[in-house]
Protein backbone atom coordinates (compact mmCIF):
# COMPACT_ATOMS: atom_id res chain seq x y z
CA UNK A 1 0.00 0.00 0.00
CA UNK A 2 1.21 3.77 -1.00
CA UNK A 3 1.80 6.04 2.18
CA UNK A 4 -0.26 8.27 0.71
CA UNK A 5 -3.33 5.67 0.98
CA UNK A 6 -1.98 4.57 4.23
CA UNK A 7 -2.24 7.88 5.81
CA UNK A 8 -5.70 8.11 3.72
CA UNK A 9 -6.41 5.35 5.42
CA UNK A 10 -5.64 5.75 8.82
CA UNK A 11 -6.74 9.60 8.86
CA UNK A 12 -10.15 7.56 8.04
CA UNK A 13 -9.97 5.17 10.55
CA UNK A 14 -9.52 8.41 13.61
CA UNK A 15 -12.44 9.51 12.15
CA UNK A 16 -14.46 6.59 12.38
CA UNK A 17 -13.08 6.12 15.98
CA UNK A 18 -14.09 9.97 16.70
CA UNK A 19 -17.39 10.08 15.30
CA UNK A 20 -18.02 6.82 17.12
CA UNK A 21 -17.29 8.36 20.42
CA UNK A 22 -19.10 11.16 20.56
CA UNK A 23 -22.06 8.76 19.16
CA UNK A 24 -22.19 6.98 22.17
CA UNK A 25 -20.25 9.16 24.74
CA UNK A 26 -21.90 8.26 28.56
CA UNK A 27 -24.54 10.52 29.80
CA UNK A 28 -23.64 12.32 32.91
CA UNK A 29 -24.84 10.88 36.41
CA UNK A 30 -28.46 11.93 37.27
CA UNK A 31 -28.65 15.07 39.35
CA UNK A 32 -30.88 14.86 42.47
CA UNK A 33 -34.30 16.67 42.41
CA UNK A 34 -32.99 18.05 46.31
CA UNK A 35 -29.53 18.17 45.63
CA UNK A 36 -29.28 15.20 48.01
CA UNK A 37 -30.57 14.46 51.60
CA UNK A 38 -26.94 13.73 52.65
CA UNK A 39 -26.75 17.34 53.41
CA UNK A 40 -29.24 17.08 56.26
CA UNK A 41 -31.59 19.41 54.92
CA UNK A 42 -34.96 19.43 52.86
CA UNK A 43 -34.12 22.04 51.10
CA UNK A 44 -35.77 21.94 47.55
CA UNK A 45 -39.22 20.21 49.48
CA UNK A 46 -41.95 22.43 50.71
CA UNK A 47 -44.58 20.23 54.05
CA UNK A 48 -48.01 21.19 53.95
CA UNK A 49 -49.12 23.06 56.66
CA UNK A 50 -50.14 20.64 59.83
CA UNK A 51 -47.29 17.81 58.39
CA UNK A 52 -43.75 16.88 59.99
CA UNK A 53 -41.51 16.28 57.57
CA UNK A 54 -37.70 15.84 57.51
CA UNK A 55 -34.25 13.80 57.11
CA UNK A 56 -33.39 11.59 59.52
CA UNK A 57 -30.21 8.69 59.59
CA UNK A 58 -32.53 5.83 61.05
CA UNK A 59 -36.63 5.94 62.23
CA UNK A 60 -37.75 3.12 65.00
CA UNK A 61 -40.56 1.56 63.15
CA UNK A 62 -43.91 3.49 64.14
CA UNK A 63 -45.36 -0.06 64.31
CA UNK A 64 -42.44 -1.20 66.52
CA UNK A 65 -41.42 -4.29 64.69
CA UNK A 66 -45.33 -5.14 64.75
CA UNK A 67 -46.98 -7.49 62.26
CA UNK A 68 -44.90 -6.96 58.85
CA UNK A 69 -42.56 -3.52 60.23
CA UNK A 70 -38.73 -3.85 60.88
CA UNK A 71 -37.74 -2.19 64.19
CA UNK A 72 -36.18 0.53 62.51
CA UNK A 73 -35.39 2.02 59.16
CA UNK A 74 -31.66 3.10 57.52
CA UNK A 75 -31.25 4.60 54.28
CA UNK A 76 -31.13 2.21 51.20
CA UNK A 77 -27.69 4.72 50.21
CA UNK A 78 -25.44 6.96 52.06
CA UNK A 79 -26.37 8.56 55.46
CA UNK A 80 -29.67 10.10 55.52
CA UNK A 81 -33.19 9.66 53.75
CA UNK A 82 -36.12 12.49 54.15
CA UNK A 83 -39.26 11.40 55.43
CA UNK A 84 -43.48 12.84 55.95
CA UNK A 85 -44.82 12.05 59.38
CA UNK A 86 -48.63 12.48 60.09
CA UNK A 87 -49.39 14.79 63.52
CA UNK A 88 -52.66 14.59 65.44
CA UNK A 89 -54.12 17.53 63.61
CA UNK A 90 -56.23 16.73 60.88
CA UNK A 91 -55.17 18.66 57.50
CA UNK A 92 -57.75 21.07 56.23
CA UNK A 93 -56.67 19.77 52.67
CA UNK A 94 -56.94 16.08 53.28
CA UNK A 95 -53.56 15.54 53.07
CA UNK A 96 -50.51 15.21 54.65
CA UNK A 97 -47.60 16.26 51.54
CA UNK A 98 -44.29 16.77 50.91
CA UNK A 99 -43.51 18.51 47.19
CA UNK A 100 -40.73 19.34 45.60
CA UNK A 101 -39.97 22.40 43.95
CA UNK A 102 -40.87 22.49 40.43
CA UNK A 103 -38.07 20.13 37.82
CA UNK A 104 -38.07 20.23 34.33
CA UNK A 105 -38.32 16.66 32.54
CA UNK A 106 -37.82 16.11 29.05
CA UNK A 107 -39.53 13.35 26.98
CA UNK A 108 -37.96 9.91 27.79
CA UNK A 109 -35.68 10.96 30.67
CA UNK A 110 -36.18 8.55 34.09
CA UNK A 111 -36.85 9.42 37.89
CA UNK A 112 -37.02 6.59 40.21
CA UNK A 113 -36.82 7.18 44.15
CA UNK A 114 -37.23 4.29 46.85
CA UNK A 115 -39.67 4.35 49.10
CA UNK A 116 -41.14 2.69 52.66
CA UNK A 117 -44.55 3.59 53.99
CA UNK A 118 -44.86 2.12 58.01
CA UNK A 119 -47.68 2.43 60.25
CA UNK A 120 -48.62 2.63 64.21
CA UNK A 121 -52.15 2.86 63.45
CA UNK A 122 -54.49 0.15 63.18
CA UNK A 123 -56.69 -0.18 59.39
CA UNK A 124 -59.81 1.59 61.11
CA UNK A 125 -57.68 5.25 60.64
CA UNK A 126 -58.23 4.46 56.70
CA UNK A 127 -55.21 6.45 55.74
CA UNK A 128 -53.47 6.31 52.55
CA UNK A 129 -49.51 7.14 51.17
CA UNK A 130 -49.00 8.08 47.98
CA UNK A 131 -46.70 9.16 45.35
CA UNK A 132 -47.65 11.24 42.58
CA UNK A 133 -46.28 13.55 40.08
CA UNK A 134 -48.13 16.76 38.67
CA UNK A 135 -47.25 18.75 35.60
CA UNK A 136 -46.30 22.06 36.83
CA UNK A 137 -49.92 25.03 36.30
CA UNK A 138 -52.41 22.46 36.84
CA UNK A 139 -54.35 22.30 40.38
CA UNK A 140 -53.98 20.96 43.38
CA UNK A 141 -57.17 18.72 42.97
CA UNK A 142 -55.43 17.44 39.66
CA UNK A 143 -54.40 13.63 40.27
CA UNK A 144 -51.55 13.82 38.23
CA UNK A 145 -49.69 10.43 37.50
CA UNK A 146 -49.62 8.30 40.29
CA UNK A 147 -46.48 6.34 40.83
CA UNK A 148 -47.53 4.77 44.26
CA UNK A 149 -50.39 4.01 46.47
CA UNK A 150 -50.75 1.49 49.60
CA UNK A 151 -53.56 1.68 52.81
CA UNK A 152 -53.45 1.14 55.96
CA UNK A 153 -55.51 -1.90 55.18
CA UNK A 154 -53.78 -3.35 52.66
CA UNK A 155 -50.85 -4.09 55.72
CA UNK A 156 -51.39 -5.99 58.84
CA UNK A 157 -51.92 -4.38 62.05
CA UNK A 158 -49.17 -1.64 62.73
CA UNK A 159 -47.78 -3.00 59.63
CA UNK A 160 -45.18 -1.33 57.00
CA UNK A 161 -44.46 -1.82 53.16
CA UNK A 162 -40.73 -1.69 53.28
CA UNK A 163 -38.21 -0.14 51.12
CA UNK A 164 -39.37 -0.51 47.12
CA UNK A 165 -37.70 0.84 43.98
CA UNK A 166 -40.51 2.88 41.73
CA UNK A 167 -39.56 4.58 38.36
CA UNK A 168 -41.02 6.79 35.95
CA UNK A 169 -39.95 7.38 32.45
CA UNK A 170 -41.87 10.74 30.90
CA UNK A 171 -43.95 10.54 27.75
CA UNK A 172 -43.80 14.51 27.46
CA UNK A 173 -41.32 17.23 28.36
CA UNK A 174 -41.96 19.72 30.64
CA UNK A 175 -42.56 21.09 34.04
CA UNK A 176 -43.51 19.03 37.22
CA UNK A 177 -43.51 18.22 40.64
CA UNK A 178 -43.05 15.19 42.77
CA UNK A 179 -45.41 14.76 45.80
CA UNK A 180 -45.42 12.13 48.94
CA UNK A 181 -48.60 12.48 50.62
CA UNK A 182 -50.64 10.59 53.61
CA UNK A 183 -54.39 10.98 53.57
CA UNK A 184 -55.73 12.19 57.23
CA UNK A 185 -57.86 8.94 56.74
CA UNK A 186 -61.93 9.00 58.63
CA UNK A 187 -60.46 11.30 61.55
CA UNK A 188 -61.66 8.68 64.25
CA UNK A 189 -58.11 7.41 65.50
CA UNK A 190 -58.71 4.40 67.30
CA UNK A 191 -57.34 3.31 70.65
CA UNK A 192 -54.23 1.39 68.84
CA UNK A 193 -53.09 4.58 66.75
CA UNK A 194 -50.09 5.51 68.98
CA UNK A 195 -47.64 7.34 66.55
CA UNK A 196 -49.03 7.82 63.30
CA UNK A 197 -47.99 7.36 59.77
CA UNK A 198 -44.93 7.92 57.93
CA UNK A 199 -43.27 7.52 54.42
CA UNK A 200 -39.76 7.40 53.80
CA UNK A 201 -37.89 7.95 50.98
CA UNK A 202 -34.23 7.51 49.30
CA UNK A 203 -32.14 8.35 46.00
CA UNK A 204 -34.32 10.56 44.41
CA UNK A 205 -32.92 10.98 40.81
CA UNK A 206 -34.33 12.73 37.66
CA UNK A 207 -31.36 10.63 35.16
CA UNK A 208 -30.69 12.28 32.18
CA UNK A 209 -31.81 11.52 28.67
CA UNK A 210 -29.70 9.80 26.38
CA UNK A 211 -27.62 11.64 24.20
CA UNK A 212 -28.57 12.60 20.78
CA UNK A 213 -25.91 13.05 18.69
CA UNK A 214 -25.58 16.45 16.60
CA UNK A 215 -25.55 16.85 12.87
CA UNK A 216 -21.72 17.97 12.78
CA UNK A 217 -21.24 13.99 14.33
CA UNK A 218 -23.58 12.41 12.29
CA UNK A 219 -21.64 14.17 9.37
CA UNK A 220 -18.38 13.38 10.55
CA UNK A 221 -19.29 9.06 11.02
CA UNK A 222 -21.33 9.23 7.67
CA UNK A 223 -17.69 10.80 5.90
CA UNK A 224 -15.82 8.05 7.75
CA UNK A 225 -17.52 5.12 6.31
CA UNK A 226 -17.70 6.55 2.97
CA UNK A 227 -13.98 7.08 3.34
CA UNK A 228 -13.61 3.32 4.29
CA UNK A 229 -15.58 1.96 1.56
CA UNK A 230 -13.71 4.10 -1.16
CA UNK A 231 -10.13 2.84 0.29
CA UNK A 232 -11.78 -0.96 -0.18
CA UNK A 233 -13.19 -0.47 -3.46
CA UNK A 234 -9.42 1.13 -4.46
CA UNK A 235 -7.89 -2.17 -3.03
CA UNK A 236 -10.66 -4.79 -4.40
CA UNK A 237 -9.68 -2.34 -8.05
CA UNK A 238 -6.36 -3.31 -7.82
CA UNK A 239 -6.53 -7.28 -6.81
CA UNK A 240 -8.61 -7.42 -10.29
Known sequence: MKSSNRRAVIGTWGALVLALSLFLATPPAGALI????????????????????????????????????DPYWLPV???LFGYLLTTPVSPASGYF????????????????????FDTGESSLSQRTGMAR?????????????????????DLAE????????????????????????????????????????????DNVCLHPSPPIPEPSTVALLGTALAG??????????RKR
Request: aromatic share 10%.
Open 34 to 69: TGGFEVGTLAGWSASPGSRAGVEDLMFSLGGGIGDA
Open 133 to 153: LIPEGEGPDDPGALLYSRSVR
Open 77 to 79: EGD
Open 97 to 116: SLTSDPFYAGAGQLLDFDLF
Open 228 to 237: LALAARRRIG
Open 158 to 201: LGADGWRHVSHRFDDSGSYRLEFLISAGNGCPSLLDKSGTAIGF
